[in-house]
């Protein structure tokens, strides 16, 4: 593990009215997800000419915006997700968060916004979590979810790039995913809308994507599935993402176990657990690959037994199997609606690692206390 981070810059102005340790403990009784927020919260302001201004830790409450607000007519807004995590030795440390800090700048050009100095991002994670650590919960699958949120504050209604923006980073202690044990998801294929277009903004974190996509989530909920799986926009045969999931497909080749993730093309997200399965998908001796797979491909393999598992994964849920398959096309299961060896482990491996459990021979995890 790395050496603890610096001490934060910021202003620090401590809640006159944080929760008692009893509320404390009655919010953390099954809080899901994002539903429970801490005491305190990160606000940073930057101006066009100016920069970044004075950034303040103060206690969790609402924002008084303009209705003017760029960002309520245009839509710059972006955000992030990553988690910090109670450590075997009772401390706390967060998972690859400057990876999220160069993400967050990615998805800020796209959208014409500022840069956010990627030290900052850090010291705001830093602080927060020192302040709130008590609302770290301790199990293993539970972790306080950091979300950091930029967003365009200028009240003007010109069509153009704000000159002032807001940098707010919340954070949300969660309980385990599947409370009950992991259990496979039926997805839907969606025919009628897609995700993201070459040139658009699919690599990035910004708000209109996911408002987007939850006509196509509700159709699926229609369909009685769990999630919505993306098409590619030009031929509408490619599989993209599982929701706001990236997805793998899990093979076995003449004895070698084959790990295959669509490649990132500028329509997907980058994501940062992606990334990680993949490198640990190699260190269990597997064959990990990037590479386009149809939906055709997708069916036919599974009806042949060369493609055995299919899981999605992200910071919320780490690894989400997919067991049943529902289409205009045809409908199919996977595995027996099982959950497969494969996604086990790698669900197993990397918990562990955030949790301290096993050694961090990566440097992903970042001391906090």
């Not at 593990?1 to 340790?21: G, Y």
């Not at 509320?23 to 302001?45: A, I, L, N």
């Not at 109670?86 to 800090?101: L, S, Y």
């Amino acid at each position: 593990m790395s050496t603890v981070m610096s001490t934060p810059t910021l202003e620090i102005r401590p809640s006159d009215h944080a929760a008692s340790a009893e509320e404390r403990t009655k919010r953390m009784t099954h809080p899901g997800f994002g539903r429970v927020f801490t005491d305190h919260m990160v606000v940073v302001p930057y101006t066009e000419g100016h920069g970044w201004g004075q950034g303040v830790l103060k206690a969790y409450g609402p924002i008084e915006m303009d209705p003017a607000s760029s960002v309520l007519h245009y839509g710059q807004a972006i955000f992030e997700g990553f988690k910090a995590y109670k450590q075997r030795d009772g401390g706390i440390a967060c998972f690859r968060p400057e990876a999220n800090a160069r993400r967050f700048n990615t998805s800020a050009a796209r959208l014409a916004m500022p840069e956010l100095p990627e030290a900052l991002f850090l010291e705001a994670a830093t602080a927060l979590i020192r302040q709130d650590q008590a609302w770290v919960p301790g199990a293993v699958g539970e972790s306080l979810y950091m979300r950091p949120l930029m967003i365009a504050t200028e009240a003007a209604l010109g069509v153009r790039a704000s000159n002032e923006y807001l940098f707010l980073l919340m954070a949300s202690p969660s309980g385990a995913y599947f409370p009950a044990g992991v259990k496979p998801v039926t997805v839907w294929i969606s025919d009628d809308y897609v995700r993201a277009a070459p040139g658009g903004t699919g690599f990035a974190k910004c708000a209109g994507n996911y408002a987007a996509s939850l006509v196509a989530q509700r159709q699926a909920k229609g369909e009685g599935c769990d999630q919505v799986v993306w098409l590619d926009a030009v031929h509408r045969k490619y599989i993209e993402e599982m929701g706001g999931m990236n997805i793998f497909f899990v093979y076995q080749e003449n004895g070698e176990t084959v790990v295959v993730t669509p490649e990132l093309t500028g329509t997907l997200l980058p994501g940062i657990t992606r990334d990680s399965l993949l490198l640990l998908a190699r260190e269990q001796g597997w064959r990990a690959e990037e590479r386009r797979i149809s939906v055709e491909e997708w069916r036919t393999d599974i009806q042949e037994g060369r493609m055995t598992e299919v899981f999605a994964c992200g910071t919320a849920a780490v690894i989400t199997p997919v067991g049943h398959v529902k289409s205009r096309q045809g409908d199919w299961t996977i595995r027996d609606g099982e959950t497969g060896p494969v996604a086990a482990k790698l669900r197993e491996i990397l918990l562990n690692l955030q949790h301290g459990v096993s050694p961090d021979t990566h440097g992903w995890m970042k001391k906090i206390v």
